[in-house]
Every structure is written in structure tokens, then in C-alpha cells.
């Protein structure tokens, strides 16, 4: 089964081996393949339908007719190009020249083609004489002419980068500008309310805009006359401090709840209690009313906000999720209906229906301590000073730092509450002095007296 192998010597085999590099390389090979003509067809093929099938259902110009003709043969025969008579081309709706006033859609005129030299031609034909006229004077003439304007633009835009882009890199460069604040008259202290015994740590306003009600730390709530500042009624009924109070709209009713874990309803044509709401394990630290139910929402330092029925006393829901003291509460007549803030820094919206969490805002750093809706002026109020905003563009216009009451110490500057009136024309604050100021806005100031000293600098970020 074995053969010898023929053997040879060194000089034949080399030059065996020079030969079969001779007959392998001995083609030009600087001179380009010649081209077949089946793999072109397949490549160009395949490439229109790869790069260009988006495009390719387009109508074809006479133009493009006439470039057409140059390629092979089987680019025509390729699937990509649907001519214009095949349905899947054929397009339902609005004309893509839109016909006049007047002019009825017709079998004709719902299902058409992409625009054309006969389309355009023909939609002038049904429009009447005084339309046509406008139509063809608004219109290019033919198809082709708008295909070259869209080259000359095109042109344009590339020559215009190509030569640095100057416009285009002006208009991007266009400095931002910052709105300038509108004016707003200065508030000045107009009264100095005196009569509580202890912190002042909650206030509302009657929505007749009579009266306004505030709650202490000396466990008392007084009513006071708007007009004239003076008390009109003092409430006793709480044992500890009182931390929020609330005046219905809908009812005569007055609810207060406090650190004694109570939650009252007081019956102001009587002033007295008529309801206790209990259930909370620790301090109610807010409340507030829905605006169009009858529903009273509390909020309390057992992590917990609760929603009751006024009329009979029942607990609806316990809104549990919040992990530490739940500070605020609101409530709109819109979703989410019940917003609730708390010491764990997140703010959660809540389904009235069906007592669970709709969202957790989280942005917030530390504790959350009130919630306001929509007001007309931004407010920030810390160790006894005002500060008043153009909410539009974030321009503090104004700061007040009220004097504290003669015989307190300057440790006791603070702003626990504030509230604006209904007519908005004035501003009660609650304060750590035991005393309760109105502030107005000064009718005698102008915009000469008192102007904007506004120095945008949005360009100028600070780092902290």
C-alpha cells in the first residue's frame, strides 16, 4: 500500500516552486477586475433596499426616468420600486395640495397620489377660475421646478456651512435673557396683635373675610375681627398646644387639633364642642378641610394622615406609608385630592378613593414642614424675617424683619405661620413673640421711590 516517494533534488524543487509563483502572479494586477454583470445588479440591489427603502416608493421624474435608463435592467424588475398605479402606493386623505374653500372631496379626491405634474394640473381644472389662479400663483408649475428650488436651498445651507456658518452659529449663540421682575408695591407692618400667652402656631381666615382665627400655646383659640385687630371670642377646650385650625365654608363649624392628640369641632353659633374625632396615637400637628365634601383631613406625629367624616365622627382612611412625623397636610378639589408633607423628606400624593399613594416626591433634603397651593407671591419665612418673591422670575424683592415684642428675647424672632387674606391685600403672621402682625402693601410707594434693583446673573452660577 505504500509508495516510494519520488525524490528529487534541491535545484528541481526550487525551481519547480519559482514556476508556480510565476504562473500566479503573472496577471496585471493594477488593472481592475472586469465587472459582472450579475454581482453589480445583486449589490446595487441590495444596497437601495438597505440605504433608500424609505425613499424608493417615491414617483420617479422625467429626470429620473432619464438617469434610470442607465442602470441595468434589473434594478426595474426589483420589488423596492412600486410604480404609481400599485395600491400600496396609492394614499387616503387630505390632498396633498389642499383644495380650496368650496371645493366638495370626490372619489377622485380621497384616494390619490403623491404629487405629480397631471395632479397638480388636474386639481387646478376643479378649483373654480379665481381659486385656480391663486392656486397656481401660490404653487410652483411643475414638480420639477420644485425639486430644484429644494437643491438651491440645499445648496445654500451647504455653502452657508461650508463658509463657517455664521448665522446659524449666531443664533446659537444668542445669549439667554432673564424676564425682568415686575414691580410690586413694598409691604410695611401695619398692626401688632397682642393677647396670647404663649406661641402663636397656627392661623386661618374666615372665607367671608370678617374675622380670623388663631391658635396658641397656651391651649387657647381666638377669634379675632380682621378690620380692627381686636379679640372677638376666646376658645378653651384643648390641654396642650394648639397646632392647627381650620374654618369651614360650608358649615358654621371651626375644627382645631393640637399636641393633645385631639381633633375638635366647634359649632361657632353656640361655641361650644360638638364633636371629638379620636383615633390618633400621638400630636396632630395639621388639618385642613376638602373644599367641596364633607371631610376633614389630620395629619400627626404617629407617621400616619387621617381622613374622617364631619358629620359622623367615622375614621375613612388611615393613610399609612410615611416612615417619620407627617408635618402637613393640604387638600384640592382636583387629583390628587389629599398631599400630605412630612419629616422624612418626601412629599406624597394620595388617592382619596381608595386611601393609598398615588406618588412620592423624594427631592427634597431634610424635613418637609408645610405645603402651600398655587399662592400669588412666594413666601420664605425663617428666624423672624419676610421674604417676599416674584415667583415669575425668583427675584427677592423684598425682606421684613420685624422688631419682637418688648420684653422678649431676640431668640424668640420666629414666624411659625403666615397667611394672606382673601382679597390678598393684606398678610397675618403667627410668631414666636406671642404676638400676631398684619402687614399691607405701602399705598404711597411708587417704582421711583422704591426700585427694582434687579442684576440678573444667570451667567454667574456660585459654588458653594
Known amino acids: 500500500l505504500l509508495q516510494d516517494v519520488q525524490k528529487h533534488s534541491v535545484h528541481t524543487l526550487v525551481f519547480r516552486s519559482l514556476k508556480r509563483t510565476h504562473d500566479m502572479f503573472v496577471a496585471d494586477h493594477a488593472k481592475a477586475v472586469a465587472l459582472d454583470d450579475e454581482s453589480h445588479k445583486l449589490k446595487l440591489a441590495v444596497k437601495l433596499k438597505a440605504d433608500y427603502s424609505p425613499v424608493l416608493h417615491m414617483p420617479v421624474l422625467k429626470e429620473g426616468k432619464d438617469r434610470m435608463s442607465q442602470y441595468p435592467d434589473g434594478l426595474h424588475d426589483n420589488e423596492a420600486y412600486m410604480q404609481p398605479d400599485d395600491p400600496e402606493y396609492l394614499i387616503t386623505g387630505t390632498h396633498a395640495y389642499p383644495s380650496g374653500p368650496g371645493v366638495a372631496l370626490t372619489a377622485d379626491t380621497k384616494v390619490h397620489r403623491n404629487p405629480s405634474e397631471s395632479g397638480i394640473h388636474s386639481l387646478a381644472l376643479a378649483l373654480p377660475p379665481s381659486q385656480a389662479r391663486q392656486e397656481s400663483s401660490r404653487t410652483a408649475a411643475t414638480v420639477a421646478e420644485i425639486r430644484r428650488g429644494a437643491e438651491r436651498a440645499h445648496a445654500q445651507s451647504t455653502l452657508l456651512l461650508e463658509g463657517g456658518g455664521t448665522r446659524n452659529s449666531n443664533l446659537l449663540r444668542r445669549t439667554p ?83 393633645d392628640k385631639q381633633v375638635k369641632c366647634w359649632d361657632l353659633e353656640y361655641n361650644k364642642v360638638i364633636r371629638h374625632y379620636h383615633g390618633h396615637l400621638s400630636a396632630v400637628y395639621d388639618l385642613d378641610l376638602h373644599p367641596t365634601i364633607d371631610v376633614l383631613m389630620t395629619c400627626s406625629r404617629d407617621a400616619t394622615a387621617r381622613v374622617w367624616d364631619i358629620r359622623t365622627k367615622a375614621n375613612v382612611h388611615t393613610l399609612t406609608g410615611h416612615t417619620n412625623t407627617v408635618a402637613t397636610v393640604r387638600c384640592q378639589a382636583a387629583e390628587p385630592q389629599v398631599i400630605t408633607g412630612s419629616h422624612d423628606s418626601t412629599i406624597r400624593l394620595w388617592d382619596l378613593i381608595a386611601g393609598k399613594t398615588r406618588a412620592t416626591l423624594t427631592n427634597h433634603k431634610k424635613s418637609v414642614r408645610t405645603l402651600v397651593m398655587h399662592p400669588r407671591h412666594e413666601l420664605l419665612a425663617d428666624n423672624g424675617t419676610i421674604h417676599m418673591w416674584d415667583w415669575r422670575t425668583g427675584y427677592n424683592f423684598q425682606r421684613i424683619h420685624a422688631a419682637v415684642q418688648p420684653g422678649s428675647l431676640d431668640s424668640e424672632s420666629g414666624i411659625f405661620a403666615c397667611v394672606f387674606d382673601h382679597s390678598e391685600s393684606r398678610l397675618i403672621t403667627a410668631e414666636a413673640d406671642k404676638t400676631i402682625k398684619v402687614y399691607k402693601e405701602d399705598e404711597t410707594a411708587t417704582e421711583e421711590s422704591h426700585p427694582v434693583n434687579w442684576k440678573p446673573e444667570i451667567l454667574k452660577r456660585k459654588r458653594y
Not at 397682642?194 to 383659640?221: K, Y
Not at 380682621?226 to 376666646?234: F, Q, T
Request: hydrophobic content about 40%; overall charge positive.
Open 177 to 259: 435673557v432673564m424676564p425682568k421682575p415686575q414691580w410690586h408695591p413694598p409691604w410695611k407692618l401695619f398692626r401688632v396683635i397682642s393677647g396670647h400667652l404663649g406661641w402663636v402656631r397656627s392661623i386661618a381666615v374666615e372665607p367671608g373675610n370678617q374675622w380670623f382665627v388663631t391658635g396658641s400655646a397656651d391651649r387657647t383659640i381666638k377669634i379675632w375681627d380682621l378690620a380692627s385687630g381686636k379679640l372677638k371670642l376666646s376658645l378653651t377646650g384643648h390641654i396642650s398646644t394648639v397646632r392647627g385650625v381650620a374654618v369651614s365654608s360650608r358649615s358654621p363649624y371651626l375644627f382645631s387639633c393640637g399636641e
